[in-house]
């Protein structure tokens, strides 16, 4: 029971930090469609700060985690996000 909702809180972490960095590249994309608007932030190197601004969505789900007492579902959302982290480091130093 308690790694059911562990996963669940996983998946919506990486669903909402992937909705968030949608929403970043739309807000501060230059108007082109989501996949040109990424390959740009790879080319110029702000990919790391579209995810980090996406990432601000993880924090408005575990607060609402906490606030309901899921905490386990939090827990997932933080493990998400150190996984979205490591994933963003490696995909900008390598």
Known sequence: MIKKEVFIGFIVGLLANAIGFIIAILIFGSGENIVTAYRQSLAQGFFSKLVSMGALLNLVVFFMFIKQRRD??????????????IATFLLNYN
């Not at 386990?72 to 982290?85: E, K, N, S």
Request: charged share 15%; net charge positive.
């Open 72 to 85: 386990y579902r939090a827990r997932g959302v933080i493990m998400a996000t150190i996984v979205v982290t």
